[in-house]
């Protein structure tokens, strides 16, 4: 680094002009007369975006760059590659794409950072690899695969700029997961990482599902059945209370438990690869065995998360085996995807076979499984047997599969899930274009324990409300499922075609199509499913704007005999629907982007009501230091009640401005109105209009290349529709009215130790209004205090929260 630094120092005495491109600031490249003004922001905004030029010839990939630009400034600057070191500060920005709407998943910024680390050597590569990696299209994917078979290996990443039908926006996506260094078999070098998390909050314990929410519900349900507000039997009345109070006091114990994380991973050249995971999330109740059948005294007690692997790479035919915990994803979804989260109208997913040391328990893998090559064969087999939590009848039969948060005795390691299965796909890429493949795969998924859904083990009796559920009531008693799976995929030019479709043996079907076109300043997505309503696989995470238990009695804990089987509304399998979802990217100018605009259209099959969603952004940018997006969303969504459905009608106004006041600097502010139209209801008052807002201000300096500081701070106010917001690294709910503040520090140590360091706090204020009556005879008093009538008055929360991240890899 010391001698590049002279170098350019002696360059910059004897060749005019001869600054470091890449410390050059938009005013110095504008000042060249080799560049026109539009010419050079282009280029600091290239810079800008990756980090720094690696290669003078690297400006032949910027738009109106061509070669006289190229001779200019090779003759009038001089140019210092960006430093080198252990961790790429991609990492961190990979990391908080997790903050963006619609943004990926846990499992998949997990994947990308590995290949941030250690890149796909992009001679060797597939498009069944390639389409995994962040927001880059089968068509960008293809296009890469047909120039290495047509033109063979490239000597640069840069090479691939002008391959056909390769966008650049996909190009962009790629370039930092892909190198053109070769596999060495032969090598044994040692490499690894470490990370440490310390997660001591995020300021959402009173969310709609923080614990103090499912602390509040166990306590409303003990008082009730206390009281007999419910009309349970005797002997029932002393098996829930016992339920709910052994329930709360677990949740008591976890109120103030802080969360941790030891992940390890290490490898061996390009052939073996280990790794281990402890963890346990913030505010999660610990005890249950981290390893099945195996007592580990103390640790037991710290971590509730406990996952491993080894691995062996490029081994003949066999291209990977994983023993341990592994992430399997294939096709679109529909027959196997084991990951616990389900993104809302998400249309990129990581593809293929990977360790898992991932957050994900309730849908983790554990066992085997193996990716094999042969010619144009590509085959997939895994088998898993691992424990499951699930919703447990008051007599302790395992009613239904839950996904929580926070789990109790009650629910954890319910029942033992034995899965295993396969997927093969033929590569019809050698006489047909490439991209081009047929595939089929089955799946069989059996319990140590019937399985037995019951209304009346989640159903309040005799209460006022009408069980009404179609997505539990059509779900059968029984130890086993299977299902069988048929998929395609074809590429033409810049279109793709893909689709799968599923079958499960009560002779339900899942489906789902999807077609892209798209060249450098547009695409065009079209994706058609339909789920059946009795299709309950639950590792199917196809595209679906609702969960399954979405707008269901299970996200009304009140009405359920446990609050805590409220947390079925997570299940993140796809709700029975059927639509079809267009999306679209466009460019009018350099100036002037529509970036994202889609519509939603589907149908909720359990009772037929039509639904749509429309979003559109629109972004100005006069110029590349400031940028001006304007967001409008519309969605009518109909719903079933007790009496008629009802419709509500939500629309949305987000204003957006991010600048660059100085090089060093960043901020953004954000506003946002929304407002829902409900049907009126009398025993609401007949009010009909809810509605929020919030402004949102963030700013982040940067002290160094290996230093920053960002900080941020909102103000909300909600009438009824509460908010949510994305921060730096997560989605925060806002409710009631509040404000917030937060601070993040991200350091890069040393070329091998980053660290990110982020406090917050946040005040909330919930208005408890209509509670006070002037009529004496009519008014609310205290319990025990008949002379003190009960006032309206204002709860204020107050939370703090602090995470930590160590990152030394080696």
């Given amino acids: 680094m010391i001698s590049s630094l002279l170098l350019a120092a002696c360059l910059g005495l004897t060749v005019p002009g001869g600054f470091d491109l890449n410390t050059a600031s938009l005013q110095e490249l504008q000042e060249l007369p080799g560049l026109s003004h539009v010419q050079a922001g282009e280029l600091h905004r290239y810079i800008y975006e990756t980090g720094g030029l690696r290669s003078i010839y690297e400006v032949m990939e910027i738009p109106g760059f061509g070669p006289e630009e190229l001779e200019y400034l090779r003759e009038n600057c001089v140019l210092v590659p960006p430093r080198g070191g252990g961790i790429s500060p991609q990492v961190m920005s990979i990391m908080e794409r997790l903050a963006a709407e619609d943004g990926p998943g846990d499992a998949a910024v997990d994947v990308w950072e590995n290949f941030l680390i250690r890149p796909i050597p992009v001679n060797a590569a597939t498009s069944w690899q390639l389409r995994s990696l962040d927001r880059v299209s089968l068509v960008d ?26 966008t650049y926006y996909g190009y962009r996506n790629m370039r930092d997961f892909v190198s053109v260094r070769e596999l060495d078999l032969s090598s044994m070098e040692f490499f690894g990482s470490y990370r440490l998390v310390v997660d001591g909050g995020d300021g959402r314990f009173y969310d709609e599902e923080g614990l103090g929410a499912m602390l509040d519900g166990l306590r409303s349900a003990e008082y009730d059945i206390l009281y007999g507000a419910r009309g349970y039997s005797e002997a029932d009345s002393l098996a829930w209370i016992g339920r709910v109070r052994d329930q709360r006091e677990e949740l008591l114990e976890a109120e103030n438990a802080t969360g941790w994380e030891h992940r390890v991973r290490v490898g061996l050249g390009d052939r073996f690869r280990g790794g281990v995971r402890l963890s346990r999330g913030r505010n999660s109740a610990a005890g249950f065995g981290v390893f099945d059948g195996l007592d580990l005294g103390s640790i037991n007690d710290r971590f509730d998360l406990a996952k491993g692997f080894v691995s062996v790479e490029n081994l003949g035919a066999v291209r990977q085996a994983v023993l341990g915990n592994y992430r399997l994803s294939l096709a ?53 047997n691992a424990s499951r939590d699930a919703v447990r009848s008051v007599d302790g039969t395992p009613s239904i599969l839950l996904m929580s948060a926070t789990r109790t005795s009650a629910y954890a390691d319910a029942v033992k899930e034995t899965s295993y299965g396969g997927y093969g796909f033929y590569d019809l890429g050698g006489f047909l274009s490439c991209g081009t493949a047929v595939g089929v795969g089955a799946m069989m998924v059996s319990y140590s324990d019937s399985l037995v859904p019951d209304a009346s083990a989640m159903d309040i009796p005799g209460d006022a409300t009408v069980w009404d559920c179609p997505e539990y009531d059509i779900l059968e008693a029984g130890e086993s499922s299977s299902f069988l799976g048929l998929s395609a995929q074809t590429v033409i030019d810049n279109v793709s075609f893909e689709g799968e479709i599923v079958r499960q043996d009560n002779e339900s079907m ?163 109105l929304g407002m829902v139209e409900l049907t009126p209801n009398p025993l609401y008052g007949d009010d009909r209009l809810m509605s929020g807002g919030y402004i949102s201000a963030r700013w982040e300096h940067n002290f160094s290349d290996a230093l920053s500081v960002l900080g941020g701070t909102t103000l909300w106010s909600t009438d009824g529709m509460s908010q949510w917001e994305f921060e730096d690294t997560g989605i925060d709910f806002l409710d009631g009215d509040g404000t917030k503040f937060y601070v993040t520090i991200k350091n890069n140590l040393s070329d091998n130790l980053q660290l990110r360091l982020r406090v917050l706090r946040k005040d909330t204020f919930y208005p408890r209004t209509g509670l006070y009556r002037p009529d004496p005879e009519d008014a609310f008093y205290y319990q025990g205090d008949p002379d003190s009538p009960v006032r309206d008055f204002i709860d204020h929360a107050t939370e703090y929260g602090i995470r930590c991240q160590l990152d030394f890899r080696w």
Avoid: C
């Fill in 141 to 166: 994917a293809a296009a890469v695969e047909a120039r290495l078979r047509t033109l063979g290996p490239v000597s640069s990443v840069t090479s691939l700029r002008d391959v056909d039908n390769l």
């Fill in 332 to 384: 679109q979804g529909l027959l196997v995807d084991n990951t616990d989260e389900m993104m809302y109208r998400s249309t990129y997913r990581s593809w293929g076979l990977y360790p898992d040391l991932t957050s994900t328990r309730q849908f983790a893998m554990v066992g085997g499984a193996m990716e094999v090559q042969a010619g144009p064969f590509l085959g997939y087999g895994f088998y898993s």
């Fill in 510 to 672: 899942a489906a789902l199509a999807r077609g892209r076109w798209q060249n450098d300043y547009f695409y065009l997505l079209g994706i058609w499913r339909r789920y059946d309503l009795a299709f309950n696989n639950p590792y199917n995470r196809g595209f679906a704007e609702q969960l399954r238990y979405d707008d269901t009695v299970f996200e009304k804990p009140y009405y359920l005999n446990d609050p805590l089987a409220s947390q079925l509304a997570r299940w993140p399998v796809p709700k029975p629907e059927e639509g079809i979802y267009i999306e679209s990217r466009f460019q009018v100018s350099r100036a002037i982007t529509f970036t994202k605009v889609y519509l939603d259209l589907w149908r909720s099959i359990p009772y037929g009501f039509d639904n749509h969603r429309f979003q559109g952004e629109i972004e100005y940018r006069p110029d590349f230091t400031v940028r001006f997006r304007l967001k409008y969303k519309y969605q009518e969504k109909t719903k079933m009640q007790d009496v008629i459905p009802t419709t509500s009608r939500t629309t949305e106004y987000t204003f957006r401005t991010f600048f660059l006041p100085t090089e060093s600097d960043f901020f953004d502010v954000q506003l946002r």
